[in-house]
């Protein structure tokens, strides 16, 4: 494996590559916070982001024998973690549509990305976050799959547009137009939702 | 996902600026163009609020990251998709070889157990005879020879197996 002086996770990545468990677990106390923090931005649900960002995790430990640096490692991390929570919101999209919607009601399942701990000094503040925060689920909710990563990574991972496209593995150019595109229906449904349309 | 990307990215190169701005992607000098052009151009600028109070609407809760052992857990199942990686990395005769091997020794195993002699099983036999022979171990060739002869004889006597060995009989 190539090694890439500039990131020190490279040198961790390549033991890793030889089976040292040790090591993972030291890229894995690196990258865990961030790692799970995309997954709930991906997914809109605490638990199934703690789960996959373990199987991301896993999947990473697996594939760095045969993984070939091009940038920083936690982009490649990244990379792996956008890719697995679109597969599983594929999944879920198929599961709920063969099961008829029989999974419960429309965002009963993302309650507990909710985090009570950042709570607002009152009630009515609290309220209006936790509504803030449900109709920007909602917003994300219904972007394509692409726009959605390009703009969760933009918006609340704070990536430049340099390194969603090394992320994602696309060019600049196509960033610049899907987070235009992203922002540009967002704009739309706001304007519906001010207008009083549902 | 290429999908999305299907119509050209030269489309609205004004709209695509702005977005770079309030994200903050641009160097210092365009940022100060754009800049300009907004305080120029009031559609652009309506334009750019409309973009801008849409960006800044968007919020979501904080994470409350890894919880407590999450790190070993991963550790843990790495650990164990290790050990499963090293047998899938084997080579294929090995694998195939081992399988072979369980195979055999299951449908052994299965006769072995199933085989009955009078109400006996054949395992118990094997193991009293042998038992018998560690005792009564020959101290010369000749007495090696009586015994491997009464044995045969004993064997031959009794179709089950069961008697003419000089030892003990199994009740």
């Known amino acids: 494996m190539e090694q890439r002086p500039e990131d020190p996770d490279w040198e961790v990545l390549t033991r890793v590559a030889e089976g040292d468990t040790e090591s993972f677990g030291v890229l894995v106390e690196r990258h865990q916070d961030r790692l799970i923090r995309l997954c709930e931005r991906m997914l809109g649900d605490r638990e199934t982001a703690r789960e996959a960002a373990q199987e991301v995790f896993l999947k990473a430990f697996r594939k760095a024998s045969t993984y070939r640096p091009r940038g920083q490692v936690y982009t490649w991390l990244y990379r792996i973690a956008v890719n697995h929570c679109l597969n599983r919101l594929r999944r879920r999209k198929l599961v709920r549509f063969l099961s008829f919607g029989e999974t419960g009601p429309a965002g009963q399942d993302r309650e507990t990305a909710f985090d009570p701990a950042d709570e607002a000094p009152d009630a009515a503040t609290r309220a209006e976050a936790r509504e803030r925060w449900q109709r920007t689920r909602e917003l994300i909710d219904r972007l394509p799959a692409g726009q959605r990563a390009v703009l969760i990574l933009a918006k609340f991972e704070g990536l430049s547009y340099r390194q969603i496209a090394e992320t994602l593995e696309i060019t600049e150019g196509a960033v610049e137009s899907r987070l235009f595109r992203a922002v540009q229906r967002l704009v739309k449904a706001q304007e519906t939702q001010s207008r009083g349309v549902p | ?171």
């Open chain 2, 1 to 171: 996902m290429n999908g999305e990307d299907r119509k050209p990215v030269t489309d609205d190169p004004q709209g695509r600026l702005l977005m770079r701005w309030i994200h903050g992607d641009l160097a210092a000098d365009e940022a100060r163009a754009v800049e300009r052009r907004i305080a120029e151009d009031p559609g652009l600028a309506a334009r750019h609020r409309r973009l801008a109070a849409a960006w800044e609407d968007l919020r979501l809760p904080a994470s409350a990251g890894a919880p407590e052992g999450f790190r070993d857990g991963a550790v843990a199942a790495a650990r164990r998709l290790a050990g499963e990686l090293t047998w899938s990395l084997a080579p294929v005769w090995a694998r195939a070889g081992s399988l072979a091997a369980l195979i055999i020794g299951l449908v052994l195993g299965t006769s072995f157990a199933t085989v009955d002699h009078g109400g006996l099983s054949e395992s118990r036999l094997t193991v009293d005879q042998d038992a018998y022979a560690l005792l009564a171990e020959p101290s010369s060739l000749a007495e090696s020879f009586w015994l491997t002869l009464e044995e045969s004889e004993g064997s031959l006597a009794d179709g089950n197996g069961n008697g003419g060995d000089g030892g003990e009989r199994v009740p």
